[in-house]
């Protein structure tokens, strides 16, 4: 039973070695869930930033061909105004 005297402190080390191993995976495992957690609100921010950008740009789209649409019906009624004008004077064309 001499192995019985000498096996405890063997045991005690290599139990302290598990459970530091055991620690630094766990500090492992936790600094790769902040990190999983960091990347994926950059990423929020990201997608927000571009749905933001990509809902300013339709908008201005849409200014632009409001625009153009108040213009070429700005137009064709000065047109249609002159060619009444016109035909209201008996204006047969050339």
């Not at 994926?40 to 809902?55: F, K, P, S, V, Y």
């Not at 649409?69 to 004008?85: D, E, I, S, T, Y």
Request: hydrophobic fraction near 35%; proline fraction near 2%.
């Amino acid at each position: 039973m001499a192995t019985a005297m000498t096996q405890p402190p063997v045991l005690e080390a290599l139990r302290e070695d598990v459970a530091l191993a055991e620690r630094l995976a766990e500090q492992r495992r936790q600094d790769l869930v902040r990190a999983r957690n960091q990347e994926d609100r950059q990423l929020r921010t990201c997608h927000a930033q571009q749905r933001e950008e990509e809902h300013q740009e339709r908008a201005a789209t849409r200014r632009v061909l409001d625009e153009m649409r108040q213009v070429r019906q700005k137009v064709h009624g000065q047109l249609r105004a002159a060619q009444a004008g016109v035909m209201g004077r008996g204006f047969k064309g050339i």
